[in-house]
């Protein structure tokens, strides 16, 4: 009934005027969270309905998004939104279901790794569990299923597993006749995401072949080489996709363009890992003004507020000493140091002053 | 006005911003809890009076209804609109509790809100001339201005103010006696006065007839029973604030004083210029804990309920600098700020034949 009220336009407008905000519907989650958390309209919830353990440090977490969920295609990524200490986190993660299963029953998979020192895939692992409720984003990204019948290579490092496991469960269902082969590569056999299912696949689908390499194991380690792509039977007519660590992705990048394979045959995806804070003295750095398309260098410890008034801008403002948040706003990516508390923030998108922020790095603004 | 020496004042800065570093630290799930806690509690009591108002033909659930509603108007313009927008849960970058974005319960726009409140009044605290919360350039409450017989009915003014508060707020920023002096021209107000039209019109529409229209049958009880809950508000609130800078011995400042200003001379400014009262804590919260408005103006930006927790601390800070930490009860405090007004409605050489400690 609520959704009216975000979809019906008259209903909307009185909505607007009788709870003062855009989204009225999420007027009411303070009460509705407390009978379903699954009737929460600021963000579509998802209910954790198992959490299965992957390897040491990977587990698989079975969500049942709401159903007013849009759903995604095989290799998609989702937004991640949950409270740690009473702050929003928003993380982006590949999911590792496919389309399919969410069809047939309603849930979707993350598979996520700990990251060292991440904060939240650590407090995933250790707090996440069967009822936790989580955010989940609509899907976005262009790491899709090849659209024909077409010999396939999948080159996947460690976690980067995940959105291949939702493409090639989803090439099986389709019956997908051409050749796919997965260059699989872990640390040890120990670190094997979602062997089980990858097994299974191989036995019931001829069209793949599997292969796992363990690149810290035996006498002579095995790495991305000429050697192992000139195992890949007719590698210059597959279409390509990698996903994996940055390394490893341009090393495959590299190999597949020597081999004339067309860089439009070639499709890769991210995911990115936190840098490390910088020391003190690192500050300053590239400044993206992103609304006003404006792209400037900070050098030393001024702050976004002059940075941004140095390029023309006039950004809302008020006191310039952090007391009245009248200029305060969204930073979309890097770090900034708080020049009251000399805290670093984190990379992600966050809210800030620019009175009293200091880019540690690249940084991008929403002004 | 208290002075300070520049060492004092350097540590005077330092102390108090320690205070505030230990307090940042420290934010986390109790604080999103908290105002989680108390957003849930005004959702409760808006639904359950909207709801009771139309059975309003039965006095006492006529009565429940008004307080309900009252008291919720009451806690989102206190502890939530209030608080939210000076950024106190910006932290939590939850975009529903987002400082910038947060539109409130009441006449007055966020945005104008955030000009006039958050920048103007709480970087020039009762600094005479520039801080235009100083008797809302409608009441004459000390002897910069000059008197003129107009004065003599301030408190007529007062409490046409303290009735229709929310629409004063609201046109706070027309800024009419400039307008009124030609210091500035009415046309540069076109936009303000627009959007003040729109959320005046929000408001009005909501509150005195959608509401009463939805429930005909017994509109006119439902009519009374809003007025009855914004009345009620605008009375509560300003109250409070008067409360906070128009107590008897809360300092006013001059310009001059004021020119190229340390934090550390901010923060006495801030200390000296707001005043406390006491109470147990359902009043602090309906007050948006400003009844600890020294704290609030010490710390704008730090979550309300953390006010009464800190307030100790601040107390003694004040101590070791010799500076008057300005309390009292609610009835003590308000009396005083009843008296200003009166006093300075006379005109300067009777009011100081009467209370000669004015001077």
């Not at chain 1, 979809?7 to 909307?12: F, H, V």
């Not at chain 2, 009463?212 to 604030?241: C, D, E, K, M």
């Not at chain 2, 400003?290 to 003694?316: K, N």
């Amino acid at each position: 009934m609520l959704s009216l009220l975000e979809k019906n336009t008259p209903l909307r407008w009185l909505g607007k005027q009788l709870f003062n905000r855009d989204d009225p519907a999420a007027f009411f989650d303070p009460l509705l969270e407390r009978i379903n958390p699954l009737w929460v309209r600021q963000y579509v919830p998802a209910l954790v309905e198992s959490v299965v353990d992957e390897t040491a440090d990977t587990k698989t977490f079975v969500l049942r998004p709401a159903d007013r969920w849009a759903g995604f295609e095989a290799g998609q990524h989702v937004s991640i939104g949950l409270d740690i200490g009473g702050v929003r986190y928003n993380r982006t993660f590949s999911l590792s279901s496919a389309p399919g299963q969410w069809a047939a029953d309603g849930s979707v998979s993350l598979t996520i790794k700990r990251l060292s020192g991440g904060l939240v895939t650590n407090w995933m692992h250790d707090n996440v569990s069967t009822g936790s409720i989580l955010g989940i984003g609509e899907a976005f990204g262009d790491f899709r299923v090849p659209e024909t019948q077409e010999p396939v290579l999948y080159i996947a490092g460690g976690s980067g597993i995940t959105p291949v496991l939702s493409q090639l469960q989803t090439l099986a269902a389709s019956h997908y006749r051409a050749p796919v082969t997965l260059l699989y590569f872990v640390r040890t056999q120990a670190d094997i995401i979602a062997a089980e299912t990858l097994t299974a696949l191989s036995q019931r689908w001829p069209a793949l072949t599997l292969n796992i390499i363990a690149t810290d194991e035996g006498e002579h380690p095995e790495h991305l080489s000429t050697t192992l792509l000139d195992r890949v039977p007719d590698v210059a007519a597959r279409r390509c996709y990698l996903c994996g660590p940055k390394g490893l992705m341009d090393i495959a990048e590299e190999l597949l363009v020597q081999r004339g394979i067309d860089q439009a045959r070639i499709h890769s995806t991210f995911f990115a890992v936190p840098k490390a804070a910088l020391d003190g003295d690192a500050l300053g750095g590239a400044v993206h003004f992103s609304r006003s398309k404006i792209q400037v260098t900070s050098k030393g410890d001024a702050v976004l507020l002059d940075i941004a008034e140095a390029a023309s801008l006039t950004p809302r403002h008020g006191c310039r000493m952090g007391v009245c948040h009248q200029c305060s706003c969204r930073k979309t990516s890097g770090t900034v140091v708080n020049r009251l508390t000399g805290k670093a923030s984190g990379p992600g998108e966050d809210t800030i002053q620019l009175c009293i922020s200091v880019p540690q790095g690249p940084v991008s603004v929403d002004i | 006005m208290k002075t300070l020496t520049h060492e004092q004042l350097n540590s005077l800065e330092q102390d108090l911003n320690a205070i505030r570093d230990e307090v940042r630290a420290d934010l986390g799930d109790r604080d999103a809890r908290y105002i989680r806690r108390i957003i849930r509690l005004h959702r409760t009591l808006a639904v359950g009076g909207r709801l009771m108002m139309p059975l309003g033909f039965i006095p006492p659930v006529f009565t429940a209804a008004v307080a309900s509603l009252g008291l919720s108007k009451i806690i989102e313009n206190m502890e939530i609109g209030h608080n939210v927008m000076h950024g106190q849960y910006d932290w939590m970058n939850d975009p529903a509790l987002h400082s910038q974005t947060y539109e409130w319960d009441t006449v007055c726009t966020g945005d104008s809100w955030r000009r006039t409140h958050n920048y103007e009044h709480h970087t020039y605290t009762n600094v005479i001339g520039k801080d235009r919360d100083y008797g809302y350039a409608l009441l004459r409450l000390n002897d910069d201005h000059k008197w003129r017989p107009a004065h003599s009915l301030q408190f007529i003014n007062y409490i046409l103010l303290t009735v229709f508060f929310q629409w004063g707020v609201g046109l706070h920023e027309l800024e009419f006696d400039r307008i009124r002096r030609g210091e500035i021209r009415l046309s540069e107000k076109k936009q303000f006065l627009k959007e003040y039209a729109r959320k005046g019109g929000r408001q009005g529409f909501k509150d005195y007839v959608f509401f009463p229209l939805l429930t005909l049958p017994v509109a006119p009880i439902v009519l009374a029973g809003n007025i009855s809950a914004n009345l009620i508000r605008n009375l509560w609130s300003s109250t409070v604030i008067f409360c906070g800078h128009f107590t008897e011995d809360a300092e006013t400042f001059t310009e001059a004083e004021c020119e190229n200003e340390s934090k550390g001379q901010w923060y006495l400014r801030q200390l000296t210029g707001s005043s406390n009262f006491t109470g147990s804590k359902f009043v602090h919260m309906l007050s948006g804990h400003l009844s600890h408005q020294i704290e609030h103006h010490v710390f704008p930006d730090l979550p309300a309920h953390r006010y009464p927790e800190i307030a100790p601390r601040v107390q003694a800070v004040c101590k070791k600098y010799g500076i008057h930490y300005n309390t009292g009860s609610f009835a003590g405090q308000y009396g005083t700020v009843l008296k200003r007004i009166a006093q300075y409605s006379l005109p300067d050489k009777l009011r100081l034949k009467l209370s000669p400690q004015t001077a």
